[in-house]
C-alpha cells in the first residue's frame, strides 16, 4: 500500500513562499495521480492541485499562478511550491495518492 507522507509546512509571512513535500513510496510505479488538498480550521477540506501520472497539473482557482506543482519520480515525490502566500492559505494541506492520504503538514500564514 502507497502511504504518503508529507513535510515542509511551517509558519510564513504573507507575501512569503514555502516549498512542501509529498513523498509516496509506489505512486510511480502504480501510475497513480497526486493531489493536494487543504483544510482550514472550521472549514471543510477543499482541493488545491492535482498532477496525473503523464505530467498534466491542474489548480484551484484561488492558487493559480501562485502554487506550482511539480514531481520527482526518481524519488517518488511530488513537490508543491508555494509563493505569494496569503494567510488564507493557512490550513493544514494533505496529499492523496493511490487512495491514500498522509498525515498532512501545517501550513500558517501569519505577521
Known amino acids: 500500500q502507497v502511504q504518503p507522507v508529507e513535510s515542509g509546512g511551517g509558519l510564513v509571512q504573507p507575501g512569503g513562499s514555502l516549498r512542501l513535500s509529498c513523498t509516496a513510496p509506489?505512486?510511480?510505479?502504480?501510475?497513480?495521480?497526486v493531489a493536494w488538498y487543504r483544510q482550514a480550521a472550521g472549514k471543510e477540506r477543499e482541493w488545491v492541485s492535482w498532477i496525473s501520472p503523464f505530467g498534466d497539473t491542474n489548480y484551484e482557482d484561488s492558487v493559480k499562478g501562485r502554487f506550482t506543482i511539480t514531481k520527482d519520480e526518481a524519488s517518488d515525490t511530488v513537490y508543491l511550491q508555494m509563493n505569494s502566500l496569503k494567510p488564507e492559505d493557512t490550513a493544514m494541506y494533505s496529499c492523496?495518492?493511490?487512495?491514500?492520504w498522509g498525515q498532512g503538514t501545517q501550513v500558517t500564514v501569519s505577521s
Open positions: 509506489g505512486f510511480t510505479s502504480n501510475k497513480c495521480a
Open positions: 492523496k495518492t493511490c487512495n491514500s
